[in-house]
């Protein structure tokens, strides 16, 4: 079911600075799996990206490319592989370093997807706690879009 109602997302922005949010761990899997994010190359303004992979990542809602429209806006980001274990162990240890906005936009989406909380969130019995960043990955890269 593709997301379509804006309204709810009206308030879940980077500009909003009175977002707060009870940052549990976040079940990469079932949400990459969903479509409910993307991790793409860095996203730049408006439509345009970092063709570079190691030169970090964005983090892009179901929400960010439904509002963007199909074939515009962050939809036209490539998908960044490079990423996704950085991403992996960012949502499982440390989903306090997601912005409130973004964690938000991707609790949404996935709700909006059909999700429920036991497939959004992560048990204590799941978290991957094994997880490395890639050597090559440049740190300090990464935006939330």
């Known amino acids: ?14 500009d909003n600075k009175n977002l707060k949010a009870d940052l549990k761990p976040l079940n990469f899997d079932a949400l990459l799996k ?4 993307r991790v793409t190359h ?7 990206y970092n063709p570079d992979p190691m030169a970090g990542f964005s983090l892009v809602s179901a929400y960010n490319d439904a509002v963007g429209g199909k074939g515009a806006g962050t939809s036209k980001w490539k998908d960044n592989p490079h990423a996704l274990t950085v991403v992996k162990q960012l949502f499982s240890e440390r989903p306090s370093d997601i912005g409130a906005h ?3 936009q991707i609790v949404q989406s996935a709700k909006d ?11 204590n019995n799941q978290k991957n ?15 939330l879009i």
């Open 102 to 104: 973004k964690y938000m």
């Open 42 to 48: 860095q996203g730049l303004d408006g439509d345009n």
């Open 113 to 123: 997807l059909g999700l429920t909380d036991d497939d959004i969130y992560l048990l």
């Open 1 to 14: 079911m593709p997301i379509t109602d804006f309204e709810k997302y009206k308030s879940l922005t980077s």
């Open 129 to 143: 706690s094994g997880v490395k960043m890639p050597e090559e990955y440049s740190s300090g890269g990464w935006t």
């Open 34 to 37: 969903a479509g409910a994010f």
